[in-house]
């Protein structure tokens, strides 16, 4: 695993369609996707685990805002 994509969420299931679409629509191939959601309300963790099996997701179980759900993301990167 050369590279780890490191996505952030918070309450943003409407988006993340079309993000993780566009991130493996991409040519380069030697990368994750760990998602970090702190601690979502809509449904966000279960629409990944159903869709994107493939997806590594940390459920926090608190809001840590961006610099923190990155740093949690960072712990669990292989990339």
Do not use: H
């Amino acid at each position: 695993m050369k590279a780890s994509i490191i996505v952030v969420n918070w309450n943003g299931r409407q988006y993340l369609k079309n993000c993780l679409d566009s991130l493996k629509g991409q040519t380069f191939r030697d990368f994750e996707i760990v998602l970090v959601d702190n601690a979502s309300t809509d449904g966000s963790v279960e629409f990944v685990r159903q869709s994107y099996p493939d997806v590594n997701i940390v459920q926090n179980k608190e809001n840590r805002g961006f610099a923190g759900g990155n740093n949690d993301g960072v712990k669990t990167a292989k990339g």
